[in-house]
């Protein structure tokens, strides 16, 4: 099961429902995806003009897609008023801090439909050198990890311990597949994580290891038909 796979699940579920992607790059998701309406943010969109085009003519879903080349903090700030219809999937795939990526959570969620979900990628690195802390995959690489191999998730993770820490208003869990998938719905959580902001931003990849199911709320991948038959 790969983002892709969850995301068209929950997409299908409602009519002509409205996605928002924050991470775009090749559109690699956005334009595989059928949506009745399709937001675009990316500060460097890399879809070849051929691409577009296609995809356009492939998929009705694709010629109602909005882009938006800024950060995503950019975005919310000038032109959040094109989402005052609501959104019912969210895809945050942007840059791999858990700073961003929360702001990027915490900013879709007053436009979260109630029955809308969030997904982040990139919440379960493979190894410590996919963790680094860095502002790109180029800068990850540069501080000369040994174990460097090209993957690079960054610390996301840590946005899922800091939504399942201090929200108690959200339902927050990790699909262990594709990277790891952090799913947010509205809803009471039931496992609500016990950690302060600073000790989640002060915990090591190598302390991560020892708790990361439990951290993340981590599910196995047969969870999710389950979860969405509960909804």
């Known amino acids: 099961m790969n983002r892709i796979q ?30 009745g309406r399709k937001f675009a943010v990316d500060p460097a969109f890399k879809i070849p003009w051929y691409r577009k085009l296609r995809a356009h003519f492939d998929h009705r879903s694709n010629r109602h897609i909005e882009y938006f080349e800024m950060p995503s903090d950019e975005f919310f700030l000038k032109h ?3 989402l005052s219809d609501g959104l019912d999937v969210v895809f945050v795939d942007g840059l791999h ?15 979260l439909k109630p029955h809308g979900v969030i997904v982040m990628h990139d919440c379960l690195p493979p190894h410590a050198a996919a963790a680094l802390r860095a502002d790109s995959p180029q800068a990850a690489e540069a501080q000369g990890h040994p174990g460097w ?11 899922v311990m800091q939504l399942r820490a201090c929200h108690d208003d959200l339902e927050v869990f990790t699909l ?33 290891l020892t708790r990361r199911s439990d951290y993340l709320n981590l599910k196995e991948p047969d ?9």
């Open 80 to 82: 959040s008023d094109r």
């Open 149 to 159: 191999t090209g993957e690079w998730t960054g610390d996301v993770y840590k946005t």
């Open 176 to 208: 262990d597949c594709d990277y790891g998938l952090g799913v947010v719905a509205r809803g009471a959580s039931t496992q609500r994580l016990e950690m302060s902001l600073d000790e989640i931003q002060q915990l090591t990849y190598e302390q991560f």
């Open 6 to 35: 969850v995301l068209q699940s929950l997409l299908d579920r409602q009519i002509a429902p409205a996605y928002l992607e924050i991470g775009v790059e090749t559109g690699y998701v956005l334009l595989a995806l059928k949506a």
């Open 223 to 231: 969870f999710w038909a389950r979860w969405l038959a509960d909804r």
């Open 97 to 111: 801090t858990h700073e961003q990526a929360y702001r990027d959570v915490v900013n879709a969620l007053p436009y």
